[in-house]
């Protein structure tokens, strides 16, 4: 009787783990994006990563710093970006986290996590594994607010005329 009382506890037990992980998980993927103060070194990364999700690339362009830009035109950087979507399309997702951003006057350090997702032939949809790096991204403040400076295609330090 009381080895089926503790099966009783110990299926109980897993039926309550399996739930609360649904229940993660699902949280997880409701939260969205995070929000940043406007104007925020935070917040400028932000739109210039959804520019470059969208192939957007005078938006994404337009995020860089006047040295930046003076070094490149958006000519030579349109044509690298498409370069790289094309070389590094098939690598699967990309998820940008920014972790947080040390600010020092008109200059500003964002430490980012970047993560990879692809897929390495489990298939069934058990074969997804993921990488994580650690990035920083120099940024400076301009008349115009918080710019990116170094140069960047998506999130990779890739200079804009090497081929």
């Known amino acids: 009787m009381s080895t ?31 929000t940043f103060a ?40 349109e044509q690298r970006a498409r370069a790289y979507g094309g070389e590094f399309s098939g690598f699967g997702e990309v998820a940008v986290y920014i972790d947080n951003a040390v600010v020092d006057g008109d200059e500003a350090t964002l430490h980012l996590t970047v993560e990879q997702f692809y897929d390495d032939g489990g298939g069934l949809g058990g074969g997804g594994s993921s ?10 403040q301009e008349a115009d607010g918080w710019k990116i400076d170094e140069q960047l295609i998506g999130i990779e330090q890739i200079p804009f005329g090497e081929f």
Not at 8 to 34: D, K, M, Q, S, T
Not at 131 to 140: D, G, H, I, K, N
């Open 38 to 77: 406007p104007g925020s070194p935070q917040e400028t990364m932000q739109r210039y990563l959804a520019a470059w999700d969208e192939r957007d690339y005078e938006a994404s362009y337009a995020f860089f710093s006047e040295g930046i830009r003076a070094d490149a035109t958006l000519d030579e950087y």
């Open 131 to 140: 990488f994580r790096t650690e990035r920083e991204v120099r940024m400076v």
């Open 4 to 34: 089926n009382r503790s099966l009783l506890f110990i299926g109980g037990g897993i039926l309550a783990l399996v739930v609360l992980a649904v229940a993660v998980v699902l949280l997880a993927e409701a939260r969205g994006p995070a």
